[in-house]
């Protein structure tokens, strides 16, 4: 469990938007640091979300942390402390999957279908890991770097190609 | 049957017909007895991945007894395209699944194609009762990227506009509430008195929804000139209407014994799914991101945190009401304090130049080309920023790559979210009620589904 400041990530340290701590978790101690995180007074579990780096692949990480396609990030917040963690888990793209949340915080039941939806992360014991916002007959993850914004044919359109 | 027992994938001789539709196997998994399966129950989740069903473990006899009704996607008080699928047993609702994604266009992948400049058309669409917080927590999130500070008189403005719509949010939340209780005078109060704020928001943005009046960097416009007496009208006008409303709903017999101890959620269990805004606050827990983690000015203006207590529908519905006072006190003391200056910040790396410079200097007219082409670039890094919308946490979670466009736009939706409460509201109340609850959650579509 790697613990930095935001600056280290990258971001401008002067803003007070900012001042959020950021944890860098491993895939395997995942689930422990946010249950550690949950015992430590984060109750809610406000966001979950996932990025893909493909095609930014070298970016600010802190020492042994090592850059993979996929990054999980949870937001947790504590009501009493009043205060907010960002856990940040690198993911390859070889086996896309992370534990689930579900029994830590039921809140993230949506979000990680979300996540999966969108970006294909598998969510190891969720209890319905279906699609969520796109058809479930839908093919591909539509916020995948590699997801072309494509254009449904339209009858009377000869039209060129997105921008 | 333990709890993991669930989850072994076999592939069960369905002793039940499950209907196969264009959409997969539309259905519920049976019910169970215990803790585990209450509790996942409640958490929404019903239908588990085909195949992951013991059938000699389903109590059939029990599942003849409810029957599954399906609730929307069109229905006119789903607020939208919500669907839900209804266990009911008699006119008991046992278990709910909020079927969502009928409004989905994409709109984080359109963020990415778009510039910081372009991005607040974009988000403001989201949820589209509020759009200023929608533009407001959007901005906020790239200047933090930035790093620019912003002027008073924008922060202040912000501050007064973003009121006003979350006043906007709630009348129209209050109108379609009392729409959904069958109160149609209700309706056309709200509405009317919605159109006294849309009406200036459309004299100083233009627009009456879908502002993009909030951009990074600041505002797009400076106040109308006489505003002050727009706002004092706006003022004196909701405040006394608010008693109105009370006269007609809130002492009425019929709307208590509709929305009293019906829906009720604990504490515990807002918590635990997430919940924010109205709904965590009907509960007794005072979080309010306006008080709790100030942005903007927020800190400097006096405001009640409304909290109610025993989490009901009748908790909700004051809380909103009593927010909408709470928020007119507050544009009260902006109008008061609105400090003079700048409406953006001058730095000329994201204001495009004044119009007039345009027609006189050859470098501002170049500077405005580049500005509404290509965009401003924002350093490196990543962000989370939340505002408090009329529904909850707002949040954006913005990854710049250093380029002008964004390389990740998450919205936290608070609808999204809170709707994955209406499981737990739901179970056990009566299917009449179901109508009513939906309403309390006050989802947007446009936001769920983004």
Same mark, same amino acid.
């Given at each position: 469990?790697?613990?930095?400041?935001?600056?280290?990530?990258?971001?401008?340290?002067?803003?007070?938007?900012?001042?959020?701590?950021?944890?860098?978790?491993?895939?395997?101690?995942?689930?422990?640091?946010?249950?550690?995180?949950?015992?430590?007074?984060?109750?809610?579990?406000?966001?979950?979300?996932?990025?893909?780096?493909?095609?930014?692949?070298?970016?600010?990480?802190?020492?042994?942390?090592?850059?993979?396609?996929?990054?999980?990030?949870?937001?947790?917040?504590?009501?009493?402390?009043?205060?907010?963690?960002?856990?940040?888990?690198?993911?390859?793209?070889?086996?896309?999957?992370?534990?689930?949340?579900?029994?830590?915080?039921?809140?993230?039941?949506?979000?990680?279908?979300?996540?999966?939806?969108?970006?294909?992360?598998?969510?190891?014991?969720?209890?319905?890991?279906?699609?969520?916002?796109?058809?479930?007959?839908?093919?591909?993850?539509?916020?995948?770097?590699?997801?072309?914004?494509?254009?449904?044919?339209?009858?009377?359109?000869?039209?060129?190609?997105?921008? | 049957?333990?709890?993991?027992?669930?989850?072994?994938?076999?592939?069960?001789?369905?002793?039940?017909?499950? =209907?196969?539709?264009?959409?997969?196997?539309?259905?519920?998994?049976?019910?169970?007895?215990?803790?585990?399966?209450?509790?996942?129950?409640?958490?929404?989740?019903?239908?588990?991945?085909?195949?992951?069903?013991?059938?000699?473990?389903?109590? !059939?006899? +029990?599942?003849?007894?409810?029957?599954?009704?399906?609730?929307?996607?069109?229905?006119?008080?789903?607020?939208?395209?919500?669907?839900?699928?209804?266990?009911?047993?008699?006119?008991?609702?046992?278990?709910?699944?909020?079927?969502?994604?009928?409004?989905?266009?994409?709109?984080?992948?359109?963020?990415?194609?778009?510039?910081?400049?372009?991005?607040?058309?974009?988000?403001?669409?989201?949820?589209?009762?509020? $759009? &200023?917080?929608?533009?407001?927590?959007?901005?906020?999130?790239?200047?933090?990227?930035?790093?620019?500070?912003?002027?008073?008189?924008?922060?202040?403005?912000?501050?007064?506009?973003?009121?006003?719509? #979350?006043?906007?949010?709630?009348?129209?939340?209050?109108?379609?509430?009392?729409?959904?209780?069958?109160?149609?005078?209700?309706?056309?109060?709200?509405?009317?008195?919605?159109?006294?704020?849309?009406?200036?928001?459309?004299?100083?943005?233009?627009?009456?929804?879908?502002?993009?009046?909030?951009?990074?960097?600041?505002?797009?416009?400076? &106040?109308?000139?006489?505003?002050?007496?727009?706002?004092?009208?706006?003022?004196?006008?909701?405040?006394? #209407?608010?008693?109105?409303?009370?006269?007609?709903?809130?002492?009425?017999?019929?709307?208590?014994?509709?929305?009293?101890?019906?829906?009720? !959620?604990?504490?515990?269990?807002?918590?635990?799914?997430? =919940?924010?805004?109205?709904?965590?606050?009907?509960?007794?827990?005072?979080?309010?991101?306006?008080?709790?983690?100030?942005?903007?000015?927020?800190?400097?203006?006096?405001?009640?945190? !409304?909290?109610?207590?025993?989490?009901?529908?009748?908790?909700?519905?004051?809380? +909103?009401?009593?927010?909408?006072?709470?928020?007119? +006190?507050?544009?009260?003391?902006?109008?008061?304090?609105?400090?003079?200056?700048?409406?953006?910040?001058?730095?000329?790396?994201?204001?495009?130049?004044?119009? #007039?410079?345009?027609?006189?200097?050859?470098? =501002?007219? !170049?500077?405005?080309?580049?500005?509404?082409?290509?965009?401003?670039?924002?350093?490196?890094?990543?962000?989370?920023?939340?505002?408090?919308?009329? +529904?909850?946490?707002?949040?954006?979670?913005?990854?710049?790559?250093?380029?002008?466009? $964004?390389?990740?736009?998450?919205?936290?939706? $608070?609808?999204?979210?809170?709707?994955?409460?209406?499981?737990?509201?739901?179970?056990?109340?009566?299917? =009449?009620?179901?109508?009513?609850?939906?309403?309390?959650?006050?989802?947007?579509?446009?936001?769920?589904?983004?």
């Amino acid at each position: 469990m790697t613990l930095a400041a935001a600056d280290e990530s990258g971001a401008p340290a002067d803003s007070a938007q900012n001042k959020d701590a950021v944890v860098f978790a491993s895939r395997r101690d995942y689930h422990a640091t946010v249950a550690e995180l949950k015992a430590t007074g984060f109750e809610m579990c406000v966001d979950l979300c996932a990025v893909d780096y493909l095609s930014h692949p070298v970016r600010r990480l802190p020492d042994g942390v090592a850059p993979e396609r996929f990054e999980v990030v949870v937001n947790l917040l504590s009501l009493s402390e009043k205060r907010r963690v960002r856990v940040r888990v690198q993911v390859p793209e070889s086996d896309p999957s992370v534990p689930t949340l579900f029994d830590l915080y039921p809140g993230t039941e949506a979000m990680e279908r979300e996540a999966y939806d969108m970006l294909g992360i598998y969510f190891q014991g969720h209890p319905d890991l279906t699609r969520i916002l796109m058809p479930e007959d839908w093919e591909g993850h539509p916020l995948r770097k590699d997801y072309g914004v494509g254009r449904v044919p339209v009858q009377f359109k000869d039209a060129p190609g997105p921008r | 049957m333990s709890d993991d027992d669930r989850f072994i994938t076999r592939v069960p001789a369905r002793p039940w017909s499950a =209907a196969e539709t264009s959409e997969g196997r539309q259905e519920l998994i049976p019910a169970s007895s215990g803790a585990a399966s209450l509790e996942r129950s409640v958490g929404s989740v019903l239908r588990l991945p085909e195949g992951a069903v013991d059938s000699g473990q389903i109590d !059939i006899e +029990r599942d003849d007894e409810t029957m599954i009704i399906n609730m929307g996607p069109q229905h006119p008080s789903t607020h939208g395209v919500l669907r839900l699928m209804l266990e009911l047993e008699g006119e008991t609702v046992l278990r709910t699944k909020p079927v969502v994604g009928y409004l989905h266009t994409g709109m984080e992948k359109t963020g990415e194609e778009l510039t910081y400049v372009q991005g607040a058309t974009n988000v403001t669409r989201m949820d589209y009762l509020s $759009p &200023l917080h929608n533009e407001l927590v959007f901005s906020l999130a790239t200047e933090a990227l930035l790093g620019v500070e912003l002027p008073a008189r924008a922060v202040w403005i912000r501050m007064l506009m973003c009121e006003l719509n #979350r006043v906007s949010s709630h009348l129209m939340w209050m109108a379609t509430n009392g729409m959904d209780l069958g109160s149609t005078s209700m309706m056309i109060y709200g509405f009317r008195e919605r159109e006294l704020v849309l009406e200036f928001f459309q004299k100083t943005t233009g627009l009456r929804m879908n502002h993009n009046y909030i951009r990074p960097g600041g505002v797009a416009a400076d &106040l109308p000139d006489g505003w002050e007496d727009d706002i004092e009208i706006i003022c004196d006008t909701v405040v006394a #209407r608010t008693y109105e409303y009370d006269e007609l709903l809130t002492g009425q017999p019929i709307f208590r014994e509709r929305t009293e101890a019906v829906g009720n !959620i604990t504490a515990e269990t807002a918590v635990a799914l997430s =919940a924010t805004g109205p709904i965590l606050r009907s509960t007794g827990v005072p979080w309010d991101l306006r008080r709790a983690m100030p942005y903007l000015a927020y800190d400097e203006v006096e405001f009640d945190v !409304i909290v109610g207590t025993y989490g009901d529908n009748f908790d909700r519905y004051s809380i +909103r009401l009593n927010e909408i006072r709470e928020s007119i +006190r507050i544009i009260r003391q902006i109008a008061e304090r609105m400090p003079l200056g700048d409406y953006r910040v001058q730095d000329a790396k994201v204001t495009p130049p004044p119009r #007039r410079r345009i027609d006189e200097s050859m470098e =501002a007219l !170049i500077h405005h080309f580049k500005m509404f082409t290509e965009g401003f670039r924002v350093p490196e890094g990543e962000v989370y920023v939340a505002v408090e919308s009329p +529904r909850g946490e707002l949040g954006c979670y913005l990854v710049s790559d250093g380029t002008s466009k $964004p390389y990740r736009m998450h919205i936290r939706g $608070p609808s999204f979210v809170n709707l994955q409460t209406l499981p737990a509201m739901l179970r056990g109340g009566l299917i =009449a009620d179901a109508v009513a609850v939906i309403s309390s959650v006050d989802p947007v579509m446009g936001e769920v589904d983004r």
